[in-house]
Nanobody, 122 residues
Framework: QVQILESGGGLVQAGDSLRLSCAAS????????MGWFRQAPGMEREVVAS???????RYVDSVKGRFTISRDNAKNTVYLQMGSLKPEDTAVYYC????????????????WGQGTQVTVSS
């Protein structure tokens, strides 16, 4: 059974940094694409950053240059380092793991974590 556990959210001020962690179990971690989504109140859940099994990264335009996604296969953990945070980054952040090996991260075909709240005050 796949389990995903996020940590690292919190309340910060604009301009601060924060690192989210996502530990996954129940799968051979390095075969799967992983990523982070976020959902603000009243908004659709959007992909923020993704990372393939070979290390290719992608970011939504609004976080390019500020956020970095990385993974530690030995620890079965993926990270989202967030810098220069803005109030518009406020959302619940969800870790996602593709359900199938060697496939892209597709919102309707992933395992989800429970989410972690990130709040950025101005």
């Amino acid at each position: 059974q796949v389990q995903i556990l996020e940590s690292g959210g919190g309340l910060v001020q604009a301009g601060d940094s924060l690192r989210l962690s996502c530990a996954a179990s129940g799968l051979t971690f390095n075969y799967y694409a992983m990523g982070w989504f976020r959902q603000a109140p009243g908004m659709e859940r959007e992909v923020v950053a993704s990372l393939t099994w070979i290390g290719t990264t992608r970011y939504v335009d609004s976080v390019k240059g500020r956020f970095t996604i990385s993974r530690d296969n030995a620890k079965n953990t993926v990270y989202l380092q967030m810098g220069s945070l803005k109030p518009e980054d406020t959302a619940v952040y969800y870790c996602a793991v593709a359900k199938n090996r060697y496939t892209a991260l597709i919102r309707d075909d992933v395992y989800w974590g429970q989410g972690t709240q990130v709040t950025v005050s101005s």
